[in-house]
């Protein structure tokens, strides 16, 4: 299926955005792949929901916006664009630094949510577990630990890494390192405010994510009220490319079971 690309311009920024399927809104933010192509797995969300694909203010060669300095201006960045585009009963989805931006969203305003599903997310801080600094590493090795299976891997690696999208990258990790380096990759003051979060969740994890072990997963459950926690196994940090077939049924059936309850 492929999708329409559009840009919007919108808080003294310009964003890409990739919009195919039909149906109810499902809006996914990518993590550290934000200005990545369209996959596989958004084709078979597509055939569910209409599926939009912002890419983040800052990615994609475009430049970073002066109002930029962390994560929770994502999120709010993000609320003035569902207003734009008159979004209601989304579907909000977030990936690792996708899924942080998504969390801080919902403990602000959750008027046009019907319900948020962080995948392997970032933005908490858990004492004695052990997590991966991708920014000690280098890009070969920083993909690598995303997954379970090498080949997988290998295969990533091949496909990413290549010279054209080499200033793309260059640019899209400064942004990422400007906007989490200090304190790395959590927000301190995030936890406090998970229990505003009124809308059905899911968190969705990979058994062996090493970047981020699940043990975060069960604290978001622990944290977001009536948390739901699906764990995929023999799966790394990026269940939609590694599991893209169970991670699809999950987000399918999760928001077709709050459909039934509305």
């Not at 399927?21 to 958004?42: E, H, I, M, N, T």
């Not at 600094?133 to 690598?144: M, P, Q, R, S």
């Not at 990413?160 to 899209?172: A, T």
């Not at 906007?179 to 405010?193: A, E, F, I, S, V």
Request: hydrophobic share 45%; with cysteine; aromatic share 8%.
């Amino acid at each position: 299926m492929s999708p329409v690309e559009s840009f919007v311009d919108l808080d003294d920024c310009r964003i890409k955005i990739l919009r195919a399927g039909q149906g109810a809104p499902l809006v996914f933010l990518r993590g550290a792949d934000a200005s990545d192509d369209w996959r596989p797995y958004l084709d078979e969300l597509a055939r569910r929901f209409d599926v939009i694909v912002p890419e983040h203010p800052g990615f994609g060669g475009q430049p970073k916006p002066k109002w930029l300095d962390r994560i929770a201006d994502y999120a709010n960045f993000y609320l003035d664009l569902f207003d734009r585009l008159e979004l209601t009963g989304v579907h909000l989805a977030g990936h690792g630094m996708g899924g942080w931006i998504a969390a801080e969203l919902a403990t602000r305003d959750t008027r046009r949510i019907a319900s948020l599903t962080l995948v392997d997310a970032q933005g908490l801080w858990l004492d004695g577990v052990p997590t991966l600094d991708t920014f000690l590493c280098t890009e070969e090795k920083a993909i690598t630990d995303q997954f379970h299976d090498t080949k997988l891997a290998e295969a990533e690696i091949a496909r990413r890494l290549v010279p054209d999208s080499e200033d793309i990258r260059l640019n899209n990790q400064v942004v990422i390192a400007q906007t989490t380096w200090q304190p790395r990759g959590y927000d301190p003051h995030l936890r406090k405010w998970l229990h505003r979060i009124d809308v059905p969740t899911l968190i969705i994890w990979g058994a062996e994510d090493r970047l981020l072990p699940q043990a975060y997963a069960q604290e978001w459950g622990r944290l977001i009220p009536g948390a739901q926690v699906e764990i995929i196994a023999a799966c790394g940090h990026v269940p939609p490319i590694e599991k893209p077939a169970e991670f699809v049924s999950l987000i399918s059936a999760f928001a077709a079971a709050e459909r039934a309850a509305a």
